[in-house]
Structure formats: C-alpha cells, structure tokens
Antibody, heavy 117, light 107 residues
Framework: QVQLQQWGAGLLRPSETLSLTCAVY????????WSWVRQPPGKGLEWIGE???????NYNPSLKTRVTISVDTSKNQFSLRLSSVTAADTAVYFC???????????WGQGTLVTVSS | EKVMTQSPATLSVSPGERASLSCRAS??????LAWYQQKPGQAPRLLIY???TRATGIPARFSGSGSGTEFTLTISSLQSEDFAVYYC?????????FGQGTNLEIK
C-alpha cells in the first residue's frame, strides 16, 4: 500500500524560499514519476512540476524560473523548493505519485503554506 | 497550455438521482483525461483515468466517457458520500492542467 507523507515549513515571509519534502512508503519508488500540485485556499488545482526516480524534471512554465524539484532515491523522498515567494504562493501543497501514465494515483496529505509579512 | 473548462460550476442533485458533469478541453487531449473527487480538508482522490477506466476501488456507479475535447463524468445513483468537488485533469501534454471544478451539492 503506497503512502506519501509530506512536511515542511508552514509560514513564510515574502521573498523567502518554500521547502517541502515528501517521503514514499510502500510500492516501488523507481519506475514512477512524482509531482507537486498546489491549491490556493478555496480555489482549484495547479500542477507545479514532476521528477522521475532518475532525476528527470519537467516544470510548469508559470513557475519554472522559481521551482526546483529534487529526488533522494536512498531515502525514497523527493522535495520541492520555490524561491522568492509572495502572498500569491499561499496554498495547500500536495505531493503525488503518477499512475501508469501522468495522472495522479496517490496523494500526500497536503501542507498549508502561508506567505505573510 | 490546454485549458480545461468544467460545467456547471455547481450542480444540485438529490440523493439517488443521476449526475452528469462536463469537462471540455481547448484542444484535443485524446483520452488522456482523469477525474478526481475532493472533499473538504482532503487530498483529491483519483476516480477515472484514460477518460473511462475506473481506478482501483472506485464503485461502478462512477463512469467516464468522451475523447478529444468533450468528456463526461456520470454518477448513476448519488450516495451521500458522493457530494464533493470534482476536477478533471488532462495529461496529454505539459503542463498538466485541471478544470476549475464542479461542486456537487445536495438538493
């Protein structure tokens, strides 16, 4: 049974860097893509980017200049860094595992990140 | 970027009735379309992928149809636990994009 458990700082000041990590328990880490998705309060879902177990990344062009997704296969973990945050980056951030294709089959519990001065 | 548009924004249906939710893509996404259910305070839950394949453990009352630019999620007989927000997502091309959601509420 696949479980994703995520953590990271929940309150940031403008211009700081958001940092979240997602640990994967159960199932195979290799052979899958792993993504970050965010959801501003009361709004819809936005895909941030993805990474393979070997480190290949793809990012949403809307965030590409500020996003870095990395992977640590020794720990079955992957991480998100988003630089120069503003209030517009306030959202619940989810990690997710892709299924057989690029839909999101398994999700983390979500982490609310608030950007406020 | 492929824009996904869901309609209606809110759908009011009585328990036991049938609900049909629509998702339209700005350009063809072939059958690379997924549906998710989200309840307050929870992560989305995968319902349908490949436009019409139910995910593991999803009841048969959920069905998906369509291809290209027009898709439908149908819930044949609504149960109390089905009232939630539903999102479609295209994974035909980067960036993956979601519709804005349909809020399925009790009538």
């Amino acid at each position: 049974q696949v479980q994703l458990q995520q953590w990271g700082a929940g309150l940031l000041r403008p211009s700081e860097t958001l940092s979240l990590t997602c640990a994967v328990y159960g199932g195979s880490f290799s052979g899958h893509y792993w993504s970050w998705v965010r959801q501003p309060p009361g709004k819809g879902l936005e895909w941030i980017g993805e990474i393979s177990h070997s480190g290949t990344t793809n990012y949403n062009p809307s965030l590409k200049t500020r996003v870095t997704i990395s992977v640590d296969t020794s720990k079955n973990q992957f991480s998100l860094r988003l630089s120069s945050v503003t209030a517009a980056d306030t959202a619940v951030y989810f990690c997710a595992r892709h299924g057989g294709s690029d839909y999101f089959q398994h999700w983390g519990q979500g982490t609310l990140v608030t950007v406020s001065s | 970027e492929k824009v996904m548009t869901q309609s209606p924004a809110t759908l009011s249906v009585s328990p036991g009735e049938r609900a049909s939710l629509s998702c339209r893509a700005s350009q063809s996404v072939s059958s690379h379309l997924a549906w998710y259910q989200q309840k307050p305070g929870q992560a989305p839950r995968l319902l349908i992928y490949g436009a019409s394949t139910r995910a593991t453990g999803i009841p048969a009352r959920f069905s998906g149809s369509g291809s290209g630019t027009e898709f439908t999620l149908t819930i044949s007989s609504l149960q109390s636990e089905d009232f939630a927000v539903y999102y479609c997502q295209q994974y035909n091309i980067w960036p993956y994009t979601f519709g804005q959601g349909t809020n399925l509420e009790i009538k």
